[in-house]
């Protein structure tokens, strides 16, 4: 048994939990189904009539989950009053009525196909979804866009997530956990169904790690990265269990080919406290550290959004730098490292935001940290959290000494971190 690998996903696997939230999210739908169960049936019931669906209802969610959906299940004799094509929209309305009225000073809203509860003290949101269940286990949903019902199956989803789950030793659950870990560190847009479905295909593919132990569980990151990313491109997936449309938000086969790289690294320097690093850059400080001696003494100042914020990444956010110089034509960052050009001392660099799908309003922090063994030597590693210092949320800074630097910029919407966003930095001599 590799002790020390195991070690590593063990603890990542615990700190992944939800935890402590998990009280307050299950207090919430409780009080949600109450309110609507005293509106809709005249009962105080807080548990009938209401699934729980998403990562949250598939045992997939990681700690930091801020979108809890769930379905309330409508009495049927009301399906006459709503079934036209005003149906979907006063169906939500009288939802958002009700639950405004349980939570007078939350933010509740009608956002298409769910009534959106923003609750800003515990930074989640509840998307309440009213439905009609039919034979067959599907449900109608409405629509206030198409003006219409839909049907969606997340029972056949949540279905297939636990098969196969009971199949792989609970290593489906278990991966598909890392693999929001590593969503949350490097900023892949994905959402919680893409994962779970690409997590299905992978254990579809191959029985190696049905019995896997978290001894393995580096060969088995490795090769489910590996996977990823030689995934064709394509638009979406059929979802897992339901076969319904999952879309693909942005392409995540170049930061799944990283980090297969960074794993076949890790792996390299097994038993190591540079491996604990390495598996940190896949996915993230839940990662335990590993003592180690250094060659000199600095004080590491080192900041962590996760510290800060829930971290639950949704959206994109791509910046990039440009670099100038007296007398030198200024140069993007990224085109830079495209073409191999050397970073040099005594630059300005400007990074800027050059995308963001967030909508406004939000917040930008940024992260700026040096490294090697220069920056430890003059005792400046920086890397705390802080503020643009320059106009359309921007950060300006200089090249002053060598190493693999690396700056990061976060987007903070409604309190949790959305959007995340990094770039190298190196700088030779």
């Known amino acids: 048994m590799n002790v020390e690998t195991a070690e590593i996903f063990d603890a990542l696997l615990e700190n992944l939990k939800v935890g402590d939230a998990s009280a307050t999210i299950m207090s919430r739908r409780n009080e949600i189904t109450k309110a609507l169960n005293k509106d809709f049936r005249s009962t105080d019931s807080e548990t009938q009539h209401r699934l729980m669906v998403g990562s949250f209802g598939r045992h997939t969610a990681i700690k930091g989950v801020s979108d809890l959906d769930m379905l309330y299940i409508l009495p049927a004799d009301l399906w006459s009053q709503y079934s036209s094509d005003t149906g979907p929209r006063r169906i939500l309305t009288r939802v958002k009525d009700v639950l405004k009225a349980r939570y007078p000073n939350t933010e509740v809203r009608v956002d298409q196909c769910v009534v959106r509860v923003q609750f800003s003290s515990n930074k989640f ?23 219409g019902w839909k049907v969606t199956k997340p029972s056949e989803e949540i279905a297939a997530t636990k098969d196969c789950n009971d199949r792989t030793s609970m290593n489906m659950r278990n991966l598909a956990r890392m693999a929001r870990a590593w969503k949350n560190t490097n900023g892949v847009v994905m959402g919680g169904l893409l994962i779970d ?33 030689d995934e064709p491109e394509q638009s979406y997936y059929l979802a897992l269990g339901s076969s319904q449309r999952v879309t693909v938000k942005k392409p995540f086969q170049a930061k799944a080919k990283k980090a297969h790289k960074r794993c076949l690294e890790a792996i390299e320097e097994e038993g190591k406290a540079a491996a604990n690093k390495k598996w940190r850059t896949v996915f993230g400080t839940d990662v335990p550290l590993k003592a180690s001696a250094s060659a000199r003494s600095f004080d590491n100042t080192e900041e962590f959004i996760e510290t800060q914020y829930p971290v639950d990444i949704q959206y994109s956010v791509e910046i990039d730098c440009t670099v100038t110089q007296d007398g030198w034509r200024p140069a993007s960052l990224r085109q830079m490292l495209r073409e191999r050009t050397l970073l040099l001392p005594n630059k300005s660099l400007d990074f800027t935001i050059v995308e963001n799908q967030v909508a406004a309003p939000f917040d930008v922090r940024w992260k700026v940290l040096n490294r090697g063994d220069e920056a430890e030597r003059r005792n400046r590693i920086r890397g705390d959290i ?21 700056v990061e910029c976060f987007i903070v919407k409604d309190g949790v971190v959305v959007a995340r966003d990094f770039i190298e930095v190196p700088i030779s001599t």
Not at 126 to 147: C, H, K, L, M, R
Not at 209 to 218: E, L, N, P, R, V
Request: glycine share 6%.
């Open 197 to 229: 479905t690409l997590v299905y295909r992978f254990f579809g593919q191959t029985n190696e790690y049905d019995s896997a132990k978290t001894d393995s569980f580096d060969l088995m990151a490795r090769d489910f990265f590996e996977f990823l990313a």
């Open 386 to 406: 802080i503020k643009a210092n320059r106009a359309n949320n921007g950060r300006q800074e200089r090249t002053e000494f060598r190493g693999d630097h690396v």
């Open 125 to 147: 949101k509840f998307e309440v979804q009213p439905v009609f269940e039919n034979d067959d286990g599907s449900f109608d949903y409405p629509d206030t866009i198409a003006e």
